[in-house]
């Protein structure tokens, strides 16, 4: 198993990641792809900005390092999942109310993530590597709005993204899709950040803060948690074992993409 394998497993595996029938919301729902092609990025273990997120201000002391996952942790591989264009179209829509496709999305595409990346870990072990998928591991933690493995932050130390205003990390593939990683002692090649600024990817245009039906979202001091969260847990009540949200992600110049920072309005 070497870097090439590793990213291949976890794409095909992503790309064919679908609703099955019994699992579909409405029958034409069956089968619709969740994710695009992932992408990738990478840091040493070692890499000190492991050891900033243990500052208050960014998550705080819970938040563990790569070596509390494996011992041996020489790289930390953080993954975008990017929703299909299906699925963000879908929530693209006026209403203040999650379409089933990205509810789809929340809930079985996070089942695929923990089984690909439960999967890409256990290949790794086979071929003699140590390797955890800290959000699949017993281990993980997240309590209210925190977690001792935060993949954004994470991401964000690996050279995938910056975070928005409205929180979430945007990527070169955009802001709407969902973030996995795994800690390995197999040889990656780090990647190199492209940024400096925490926001530097987000061009401050207002329009998540438009889209959020919660309010929960100021232009200028970014999201608040308390109402996003009570957002999304209402959401519990009309679709459970189902609930989301992620109308901030959608209709906004950073869903698929970078934005061009011109498209500040
Ligand atoms: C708890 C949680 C929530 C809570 C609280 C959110 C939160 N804290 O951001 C609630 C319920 C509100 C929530 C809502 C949603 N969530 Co959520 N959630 C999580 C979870 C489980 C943990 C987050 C965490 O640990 N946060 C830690 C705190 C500290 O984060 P923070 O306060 O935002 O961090 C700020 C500070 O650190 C600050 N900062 C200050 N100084 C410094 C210094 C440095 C060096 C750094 C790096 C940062 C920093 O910058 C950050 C941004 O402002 C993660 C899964 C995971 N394992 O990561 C998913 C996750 C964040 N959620 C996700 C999603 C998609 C959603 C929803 C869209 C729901 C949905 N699926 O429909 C909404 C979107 C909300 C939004 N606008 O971003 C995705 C994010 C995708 C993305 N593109 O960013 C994640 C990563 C899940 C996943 N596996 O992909 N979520
Ligand atoms: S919609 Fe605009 S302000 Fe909001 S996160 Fe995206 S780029 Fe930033
Ligand atoms: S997830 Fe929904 S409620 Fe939370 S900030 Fe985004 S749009 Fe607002």
């Not at 029938?21 to 040493?44: H, K, Q, S, V, W």
Request: hydrophobic share 40%; proline share 6%; aromatic share 8%.
């Amino acid at each position: 198993m070497n870097e090439t394998e590793l990213k291949a497993l976890i794409s095909e595996a992503a790309l064919a990641a679908e609703v099955s029938e019994a699992e579909a919301l409405r029958p034409e729902l069956a089968g619709l792809r969740i994710f695009d092609a992932p992408i990738f990025a990478a840091a040493a273990a070692d890499d000190p900005m492991f050891l900033r997120l243990r500052d208050e201000a960014s998550v705080g002391a819970h938040h563990l390092m790569p070596a509390d996952w494996t011992r041996s942790a020489r790289f930390v591989l953080s993954v975008f999942f990017p929703f299909t264009r299906r699925v963000r179209a879908a929530n693209a829509a006026v209403d203040p109310l999650p379409a089933a496709e990205w509810l789809h999305g929340r809930i079985e595409g996070q089942k695929h993530i923990n089984a690909v990346s439960v999967t890409a870990a256990e290949a790794l072990r086979r071929a003699g590597f140590s390797a955890v998928a800290p959000s699949a591991d017993a281990r993980f933690r997240s309590q209210g709005f925190t977690s001792n493995w935060s993949e954004r932050h994470v991401a964000f130390v690996c050279g995938l993204g910056t975070f928005g205003l409205s929180k979430g990390l945007i990527t070169q593939k955009g802001i709407a899709g969902r973030f996995s990683s795994i800690v390995t002692d197999m040889a990656l090649s780090p990647t190199r950040r492209g940024y400096t600024e925490l926001y530097e990817y987000c061009i401050f245009c207002g329009r998540c803060a438009k889209r959020c039906p919660a309010d929960a979202i100021d232009p200028e001091t970014g999201k608040a948690h308390v109402p996003c969260s009570a957002f999304v847990e209402e959401t519990r009540t009309l679709y459970a074992p189902r609930y989301g949200c992620g109308k901030c992600q959608v209709d906004v110049p950073c869903e698929g993409g970078i934005p061009a920072k011109g498209a500040r309005q």
